[in-house]
Structures are given as structure tokens and as C-alpha cells.
């Protein structure tokens, strides 16, 4: 058996250990937001809804207010019309600390309305959840003023940093991690992270469009760590999501909370230990073969891809919570795209994980921008790999499910559950299937039933509980 195949019955095996009652929900049940029950919860290796189905999420990063690039392009609801066209049921919608928190205990409450709010307002009209991600990269905009830089407010950086404040040139990098290290031993620069943690989980608890508050992106170890990674993830770390999470808990008892490991993941692996909370998911990022920037990144065969897969999926397995690939992407004008996405999709699938792409849009068309930055348009060398269908819930356990991008087939095997209740809902993205659908299942003929609602995006699948394994075919309408 390939080491894939073990994986999935690892997951499978925790799936039904832990198939007591769901944890505590977010709010009251029967709300509907991307076409599953909400609240949502965890169980073992999973994400449920409120009947239990397993939940898978598939979607895109909706990136720029994090730094504020695409202060020209406010959020709008046809790029959430487009988001539901390829068939995503969240976003992972970046947001900053410097733009929430400008000033120490100052909360920018004019930004949050004019940028995080509309954004929220406009995926729950359009049925997407919302993962609530607080996002760094280069810690500051002191660190890269002219670029990507984000995250820390100038306030919260060390003196030093503050005093030279915009810092650009060849020695920006080794500053910002020593500023970046300095940070996780400043008691008072977490606590007031912390404390704004604090207000956006007041703030957004009882909104049913937010599903998941993503708490903080590719934790960056800084410079003083030089030779002692994992003591980073073991003493620095786990701690502090620990700590946050707790604050956060006593604020919103019930939302999904996802923690993520370090930057430095893509060179050791994770030693992150079981958390003592319910609700929790644990996130990595996938640029395998270095292809983060976008016009960058090598593929040397699908290998490297499974391998980072796999080693994402034991991770959380050894925690005990679901794994969910927050960000993976490679540029459209890419030689290497095609396969690198094939392979990429595949090992997703195949060991049924949750991922989001990174991200929407960027300033050059040729990147990992989902659509054109100036007119908005698809693009289809991306869209063609990155919008497919999927398994958004699953009345029961889901064991295997595949896209084929030529001929745009989909296959899906699950078993019956009683800890599941209602249809099974597929993603159908109408970016693939135009003209709809048609539908196969392995149950005996007049047992089973299925609708396909175009508008949503879902196929309702019932099948027949006497038979305990469903197989489904799924196949554009001629």
C-alpha cells in the first residue's frame, strides 16, 4: 500500500475513534453559509458541519487589505460572484495589525468598516465563509515600504526599529528578524496582540459569515533562534498560539480557530504537541520548490509535492485536528504550472485536506492572481486547474474523491456514518460546467436521488442507507 493510501486510512481510522458528538457549535444551528450547516466544528481529523457531514473548504485568499496595495480596488461583490462562479466555499481574508491597531489601544474602527466588514457582508451574500486571517510577511511595512511588507505596527516595533522607521536597503532583511525575534520575547508587544485578538473576536463572534479565525500567518523565529528551530516550535511557539487561543476562547467559546506553524516549515518539520482545546486546525503553506514569488520555482516530478502533503497530514494527525493548507500557489506564466498544479490538486484530493490559494489578485497579471488585476478577468491557465469540484459535505465518511481537468470528471467514495445526517453536497463550479451536469451513483437504481442547483453551485446527492459504500461519477452535460 503507497504511503498515500496509509495516510487516508490513518485519518479514516482517527475519524471514526473520534465520532462521539460534535464540539461546541458557533450560534444556533440550521444557518446556511457555503452550503453547509453552520456552525461548524472538529472532530479528530475533521472539519463537521451541524449534521455532521465532513466539510471540505476550497478557495482563495482574498489578499490586499493586509497591506493596503489595492487601496483603489475596495472589496466588491463581483469578485465574490466570481469567487462562487469557480465553485469556493471560503476565503481566507488577510487583515493586518498595523491597519487594525495604528496606535497603541487605539482600534481603527473607519478601516474595519470601509475594508474588513463589506468584504465579510459580501461573501455572506454570496453563501462563502470567511477565514479571519491576521497576516505578516517582512513583520512591517518599516521593513519593505515599497513593497509587500505588512503585519506589526510601527508602535509595536522594537526602539530601535521605531526610530529608523521606514527601513529599505541591503540591511532591511537581517532587521527585520531581528525585530521579528524580538517580538516573542517583548511581554508587553504580545500582550497587546493579544488584547486586539481580543476585540475581533467580540467583534465578529456572532457573525455567521465568519467561520474560522486564522490568528497568525508564517510566524517568522527572527534571528536569535540561529541552530535551535524546533526549540522555537517547543518553547516560543506552541505556547504562545496556547496563550492566544485561551484569550480568545473566553471571548468566543465556539468558532474554529486555526494555528499555523513556523516559516521555517519548509526547511524542519513541525514539533507542535496536542493543544488542550476544542475547534482547532492546524495550517500549513505549500510553495513547494520555491514558488511563492510568483515567477519563481523549480518541479522536478510530483514527489516533493506528496512529501510536503503527507508530512502536513502526520502533523496534524499527531495533534489530533484537521490540517488545512492556508496558502499554495504558483505563477500562471510559469512553465512548470501545469504540472506543478496537477500534481498539487492530486495529493490534496488524495489525502482530503482543505486548502485556499494565495490569493485573488496582484499587481502583475502573469503571477498567482486568480483574475486580472485592471479588468478583473479570468484567467484561465490558473482557473482551469484551481476551479474543480469537490466534496463541500459529506453525509458520512468520505474515503477518496478526484478531478480530471481534460475530460472534467469527478469521482467520489464515502460510507455511510450515523453521526452524519442529510444530503451530501458537491461543488459544482459553473467555471467548469456551464451547461450542468449529469450524475452516476453506484446505489441501486431507485435508491438514491440527486438535484443540481446552478445558482449555488452544489449538487444534493441522497443515497440509499441500506448499502454502506456510495461511489459517485459526475461528468459535464452534453
Known sequence: MGKWKRAGWVLLAAWLLAAGPGCDFKGSGGRSVSGTAYPLSTRGQWIIDAQGRTVIWRGVN???????????QPPALEDFQLIRRWGFNVVR???????????????????????????IAFAAQEGIGVI?????????????????GNGA??????????????ID??????????????????MDAREEYMEMWEMMAARYQDNPAVIAYDVFNEPQPGDIWGGRPVEFDQDILQPFHEELIRRIRAVDPMT??????????????????AMPFNNIVYSTHNYTGGTAGGHSGTYIGPEPLRADIERGVMEAARQGVPLYIGEFAV??????????????????EQYLVSGTWWGLRQHDNTAQG?????????????????SRPYPAATAGLLMSYSFDEPTKSFNMTFMNSPAAAGPTLIAIPEYQYPDGVGVECSDTDGTWSYSHDPVAGYVSLTVNPAQPIHSVFIYPAD
Open 62 to 72: 482574498y489578499n490586499g487589505i493586509e497591506s493596503m496595495l489595492f487601496d483603489d
Open 93 to 119: 481574508l488577510t487583515v493586518s495589525w498595523e491597519f487594525i491597531e495604528p496606535d497603541r489601544d487605539a482600534y481603527d474602527e473607519d478601516h474595519l468598516a470601509t475594508w474588513v466588514d463589506p468584504a
Open 132 to 148: 479571519l486571517n491576521m497576516h505578516q510577511w517582512n513583520w512591517s511595512t518599516c521593513f519593505d515600504p515599497g513593497g509587500r
Open 153 to 166: 505596527p510601527p508602535w509595536a516595533l522594537p526602539e530601535w526599529a521605531r526610530d529608523d522607521c521606514p
Open 169 to 186: 536597503g541591503p540591511d532591511a532583511y537581517t532587521q527585520m528578524t531581528r525585530a521579528s525575534a524580538d517580538f516573542w520575547l517583548d
Open 256 to 273: 474554529i480557530i486555526v494555528y499555523e506553524c513556523s516559516i521555517m516549515h519548509d526547511v524542519y518539520d513541525n514539533d507542535f504537541t
Open 331 to 348: 505563477g500562471g506564466s510559469q512553465p512548470i504550472a501545469e504540472d506543478w498544479m496537477r500534481a498539487e490538486f492530486r495529493f490534496q
Open 370 to 386: 486568480l483574475m486580472e488585476y485592471d479588468t478583473k478577468l479570468e484567467k484561465p491557465a490558473l482557473l482551469d486547474y484551481v
